[in-house]
């Protein structure tokens, strides 16, 4: 059996990479399935341990000691106490904002419906877009997290970047132009179009096969879909891994991939978040410049690809959101979204200062 939690699942004898949406209720294989495989350890691992309550003093302690937690700090130092670095870098450049939601722009709750962003967060991230071009690329909808972040001046990018919406006068190839929700023209980059049937039809099976499990939530994003197991009780999780797991052994051309306590089956194709940064930088005519800056604030696993992406490039940096120390290939850390709405003003007030002192 594949031991890559990350890879294709195994392809099933059926011919067809696209069967229709009846599936039999068979008998559950052995729960070792998804031990053996690894699946079960990347769900426990992929899922840090909460802040445990010192008792009798109501004081919150980070299970990992004070060393480990300095000496990640020293690899991934704080993006606020290193601004002047941070300004220095980004002196003369132009800067371009990327941007998760989830656990980022939003703090991280365990109904994913209400991880709603604060009216300061979207205040700070209105005026980065006046500076910066802006772009918000999450694992959500496009159209969700359109309507989490209600700015219209940014670009999205939903379903792990699968989903791109920018202005029709930005320059791209490769692009339908469509109208959004405001009548106004918009180029949708969308190279996962294929997809959505096969996707819509996993998401209904996947909604019957879990809903036995208390907790269990599954979320369609159109291009990919979601089954959270933050609410699942954790003698559960082998069950929620083997009943994905094993229903996806029928789609060859999907692959299941794991987020912070979430599954998600996303098409098998060479794309994800560090390709949605190329195409936004391309189409905004910055990919072949030196005189720019990209950021890419971000806490999932999801986020590295990005973070991979500029660290190669040489220009730009990731900054991961975590209070935990994690191996990332970010540059820079920020605790949790109060640090990122902290960092963007700070970025903001920066350039203010830059723009009256070059006039």
Same mark, same amino acid.
């Given at each position: 059996?594949?031991?890559?939690?990350?890879?294709?699942?195994?392809?099933?004898?059926?011919?067809?990479?696209?069967?229709?949406? &009846?599936?039999?209720?068979?008998?559950?294989?052995?729960?070792?399935?998804?031990?053996?495989?690894?699946?079960?350890?990347?769900?426990?691992?992929?899922?840090? +341990?909460?802040?445990?309550?010192?008792?009798?003093?109501?004081?919150?302690?980070?299970?990992?000691?004070?060393?480990?937690?300095?000496?990640?700090?020293?690899?991934?130092?704080?993006?606020?106490?290193?601004?002047?670095?941070?300004?220095?870098?980004?002196?003369?450049?132009?800067?371009?904002?990327?941007?998760?939601?989830?656990?980022?722009?939003?703090?991280?709750?365990?109904? +994913?419906?209400?991880?709603?962003?604060?009216?300061?967060?979207?205040?700070?991230?209105?005026?980065?877009?006046?500076?910066?071009?802006?772009?918000?690329?999450?694992?959500?909808? &496009?159209? *969700?997290?359109?309507?989490?972040?209600?700015?219209?001046?940014?670009?999205?990018?939903?379903?792990?970047?699968?989903?791109?919406?920018?202005?029709?006068?930005? !320059?791209?190839?490769?692009?339908?132009? !469509?109208?959004?929700?405001? @009548?106004?023209?918009? !180029?949708?980059?969308? +190279?996962?179009?294929?997809?959505?049937?096969?996707?819509?039809?996993?998401?209904?099976?996947?909604?019957?096969?879990?809903?036995?499990?208390?907790?269990?939530?599954?979320?369609?994003?159109?291009?990919?879909?979601?089954?959270?197991?933050?609410?699942?009780?954790?003698?559960?999780?082998?069950?929620?891994?083997?009943?994905?797991?094993?229903?996806?052994?029928?789609?060859?051309?999907?692959?299941?991939?794991? @987020?912070?306590?979430?599954?998600?089956?996303?098409?098998?194709?060479?794309?994800?978040?560090?390709?949605?940064?190329?195409?936004?930088?391309?189409?905004?005519?910055?990919?072949?410049?030196?005189?720019?800056?990209?950021?890419?604030?971000?806490?999932?696993?999801?986020? =590295?690809?990005?973070?991979?992406?500029?660290?190669?490039?040489?220009?730009?940096?990731?900054?991961?959101?975590?209070?935990?120390?994690?191996?990332?290939?970010?540059?820079?850390?920020?605790?949790?979204?109060?640090?990122?709405? *902290?960092?963007?003003?700070?970025?903001?007030?920066?350039?203010?200062? =830059?723009?009256?002192?070059?006039?």
């Amino acid at each position: 059996m594949d031991t890559d939690p990350e890879s294709p699942v195994n392809k099933p004898r059926l011919g067809s990479s696209f069967p229709s949406g &009846r599936f039999s209720r068979k008998k559950m294989p052995k729960l070792d399935d998804v031990r053996s495989n690894g699946w079960l350890e990347a769900m426990i691992s992929s899922s840090p +341990p909460r802040k445990r309550l010192v008792k009798d003093f109501n004081v919150e302690i980070a299970p990992e000691d004070d060393f480990a937690q300095r000496a990640w700090m020293l690899k991934y130092p704080s993006a606020i106490t290193s601004f002047g670095h941070i300004a220095a870098q980004a002196k003369d450049k132009k800067i371009a904002m990327f941007l998760d939601y989830d656990g980022t722009l939003s703090p991280i709750v365990d109904d +994913p419906d209400r991880a709603i962003m604060s009216d300061a967060m979207r205040a700070a991230v209105r005026d980065v877009a006046k500076y910066f071009p802006t772009a918000i690329i999450s694992g959500r909808s &496009r159209d *969700k997290v359109y309507k989490l972040v209600g700015l219209t001046e940014l670009y999205y990018a939903g379903s792990h970047g699968m989903d791109i919406m920018t202005p029709a006068n930005v !320059n791209g190839s490769h692009e339908d132009t !469509n109208c959004d929700q405001q @009548g106004e023209e918009v !180029n949708l980059f969308q +190279p996962a179009k294929e997809f959505i049937p096969v996707i819509e039809e996993v998401y209904r099976s996947l909604v019957e096969l879990t809903k036995g499990i208390k907790g269990a939530k599954v979320e369609n994003h159109k291009f990919c879909a979601s089954v959270h197991y933050r609410n699942v009780d954790e003698k559960d999780w082998p069950l929620v891994a083997q009943r994905v797991h094993d229903h996806l052994k029928q789609y060859p051309r999907l692959r299941l991939t794991h @987020g912070r306590k979430v599954l998600e089956v996303r098409p098998v194709i060479e794309w994800n978040k560090g390709k949605a940064v190329e195409f936004l930088l391309e189409s905004l005519g910055l990919s072949n410049n030196d005189d720019f800056l990209p950021i890419f604030i971000g806490d999932d696993k999801t986020d =590295e690809d990005a973070f991979k992406v500029l660290r190669e490039k040489k220009q730009g940096f990731g900054i991961l959101v975590s209070s935990v120390p994690k191996e990332s290939n970010a540059f820079y850390s920020l605790r949790d979204p109060s640090e990122v709405k *902290k960092f963007l003003k700070t970025l903001v007030k920066w350039r203010k200062m =830059e723009d009256s002192t070059s006039h």
